[in-house]
């Protein structure tokens, strides 16, 4: 049974850091995604965890980074962002899906985390 334990959420100045974890098992393709109020859920980066192939977002290349660590039976895939901007303030899920694609698309993921909360304020 596959489940998305997410951790690393919290609020911050413009300009600074904060560092996403996600543990996951069974899946091959991990990605990051956000949903600010009144928009659509958004991908933001994808990794490949065999490869290490990754895919972002136009919005947070040079700013985000995702990798991963592979644990005996569970690996963990962290999204670093840096330089914040009010614009990131969203909820950030982690996701997984069947097969190898990098696709941003969340119509694309089969499991979901509960998300965790990230604020930027100016």
């Known amino acids: 049974q596959v489940q998305l334990v997410e951790s690393g959420g919290g609020s911050v100045q413009t300009g600074g850091s904060l560092t996403l974890s996600c543990g996951v098992s069974?899946?091959?393709?991990v990605g990051w995604f956000r949903q600010a109020p009144g928009k659509k859920r958004e991908g933001v980066a994808t990794i490949n965890t065999l490869s290490l192939g990754t895919n972002y977002a136009d919005s947070v290349k040079g700013r985000f980074t995702i990798s991963r660590d592979n644990g005996e039976n569970t690996k963990t895939v962290y999204l670093q962002m840096n330089n914040l901007q009010p614009e990131d303030t969203a909820m950030y899920y982690c996701?997984?899906?069947?097969?190898?694609?990098?696709?941003?698309?969340?119509?694309?993921?089969?499991?979901w985390g509960q998300g965790t909360q990230v604020t930027v304020s100016s």
């Open positions: 996701a997984a899906k069947r097969g190898y694609g990098l696709s941003l698309l969340s119509a694309n993921y089969d499991e």
């Open positions: 069974g899946y091959v393709v």
